[in-house]
């Protein structure tokens, strides 16, 4: 069993920058490969990024070089940098950890999932 708890949204305003953290409880976070996704209203779920168990990591496309994901094992934490941020970015976000070795981006292929944090991009 795995707990998340997302933290760090907040309103920001265009070109802005946010870092949001995921704290997970447990001794086996490094065996679990971590995602992040967002929901914005009235729209489905959907894939930012994600790290392996080893530091591998993939993107979506319409926040590749704009936003950062990284881990750190020791404090049992998965972060996501976001510079550039635009208005197209706000929604709720969600980290979510998945007990395969490569990590998805089908959102239901999860096992845990956090509470989620708002993100609001507006001037």
């Known amino acids: 069993q795995v707990q998340l708890v997302e933290s760090g949204g907040g309103l920001v305003q265009p070109g802005g920058s946010l870092r949001l953290s995921c704290g997970a409880s447990?001794?086996?976070?490094?065996?679990?490969?971590m995602g992040w996704f967002r929901q914005a209203p009235g729209e489905e779920r959907e894939f930012v990024a994600a790290?392996?168990?080893?530091?591998?990591?993939t993107y979506a496309d319409s926040v590749k070089g704009r936003f950062t994901i990284s881990r750190d094992n020791a404090k049992n934490t998965v972060y996501l940098q976001m510079n550039s941020l635009k208005p197209e970015d706000t929604a709720v976000y969600y980290c979510?950890?998945?007990?395969?070795?490569?990590?998805?981006?089908?959102?239901?292929?999860?096992?845990?999932w956090g509470q989620g944090t708002q993100v609001t991009v507006s001037s």
């Open positions: 979510a950890a998945d007990q395969r070795l490569t990590p998805t981006r089908v959102a239901r292929l999860y096992d845990y």
């Open positions: 447990g001794r086996t976070f490094r065996n679990y490969a």
């Open positions: 790290i392996s168990r080893s530091g591998g990591i």
